[in-house]
């Protein structure tokens, strides 16, 4: 199940009425600047990566609210608060749910897409001790730890996706996110 906030300035473009539905694509479709059962992935290089991904260009990253909360810049500063004896990297990978694209009348297509999102803390130095913050705290049960903790964020993302011969990019119009797990690590 999907469920997504509207991006402020979101802008839905044109589907099939209602009473006549609209087509379902298969997710590996290759019609569109990128594949559908990719798109998750892709976007999440542009959140680790920012500018440096290969897959910038193909997003729209003016009003994306996201990328303004949890890119690339957002996960530097996390980065810059964290003390000199832990160390936290970030990886993505493509979540559990299934890749929903449909067409619009334009020839695009609304893509519904599940990332989840991986933040390790760890100690770099023997004996230090890492505080667990927050929700992290609240759903590992670990306040602190010598070993580091796993925080894993499930990220429902609903884009326009437009027609691979078309000039536009694709844009988020849609997001949740939430912490889905945490753990101290073994």
Excluded: H
Excluded at 39 to 62: I, N, P, R
Excluded at 113 to 130: F, K, R, S, W
């Amino acid at each position: 199940v999907y469920s997504f906030q509207l991006e402020a300035d979101a802008s839905l473009p044109a589907m099939a009425a209602a009473d006549v539905g609209t087509q379902r694509l298969q997710p590996d479709v290759k019609i569109f600047a990128l594949r559908p059962d990719e798109l998750a992935l892709d976007y999440g290089d542009v959140l680790l990566k920012g500018e440096s991904s290969a897959f910038f260009k193909f997003f729209d990253t003016v009003d994306d609210s996201l990328i303004a909360s949890i890119g690339f810049e957002a996960k530097q500063s996390r980065l810059a608060a964290i003390p000199d004896i832990a160390s936290m990297t970030f990886s993505t990978l493509v979540g559990a749910g299934d890749v929903i694209p449909m067409v619009t009348n334009d020839s695009g297509a609304i893509v519904a897409v599940y990332l989840n999102e991986t933040e390790t803390v760890q100690p770099t130095e023997p004996g230090a001790v890492i505080n667990a913050e927050g929700a992290v705290k609240s759903l590992s049960g670990v306040s602190s730890t010598t070993k580091g903790t796993l925080a894993t964020y499930g990220d429902q993302l609903l884009f326009y996706v437009p027609a691979g011969s078309s000039d536009q990019k694709i844009r988020l119009i849609g997001w949740a996110s939430a912490l889905i797990a945490a753990k101290e690590l073994s």
